[in-house]
């Protein structure tokens, strides 16, 4: 089973520049989730989705773009990439919307530069 | 703030000794999870705890989910290098659908020397 997958691994990205991060599962999860890991903050919420069509945003979404069109992807978008988004970024499932134990993929470490 | 306080941030320790680890709050959860991470991975979940003064074992390692449902421990016997890698506590908030909306410590980066 291929789970969550994520791509690219590695990014590095000009200051201003935009770029997606993808995100698909096989998983037939309803629920999708996009999370930043930075050294001693554990991970923070950027966006989530409850299912196709239904986004909402998490603890830091400033600066981040989601949308659901289908239930197996949920990719992130950067508008203008800045040095504070250099982080590794990781995007997670679960199986029902009164379920929280989160299925991640293997993260997309990112600098901007 | 952090809402979710996770201690030690640091564990270095030799093998075969025992460890506890601490994920403690003001917030009440519906229910507190422990996941383990390796480099260039992403966490993989250890346990779930859902009732307030659970007790869930996992071979050598012992969670427990405190009476009033705001802390956890993780505690580890005879640790193996192979232990070695970071803790993270997360937990959902109590009251509502959680909708997934874990709130995650700051994690314990344990490394277990031969």
Known sequence: ?113 | TQLLEQSPQFLSIQEGENLTVYCNSSSVFSSLQWYRQEPGEGPVLLVTVVTGGEVKKLKRLTFQFGDARKDSSLHITAAQPGDTGLYLCAGDRAGGTSYGKLTFGQGTILTVHP
């Open chain 1, 1 to 113: 089973n291929a789970g969550v997958t994520q791509t690219p691994k590695f990014q590095v990205l000009k200051t201003g520049q935009s770029m997606t991060l993808q995100c698909a599962q096989d998983m037939n999860h309803e629920y999708m989730s996009w999370y930043r890991q930075d050294p001693g903050m554990g991970l923070r919420l950027i966006h989530y989705s409850v299912g196709a069509g239904i986004t909402d945003q998490g603890e830091v979404p400033n600066g981040y773009n989601v949308s659901r069109s289908t239930t197996e992807d949920f990719p992130l978008r950067l508008l203008s990439a800045a040095p504070s988004q250099t982080s590794v970024y990781f995007c997670a499932s679960s199986y029902y919307v009164l379920s929280t134990e989160a299925f991640f993929g293997q993260g997309t470490r990112l600098t901007v530069v």
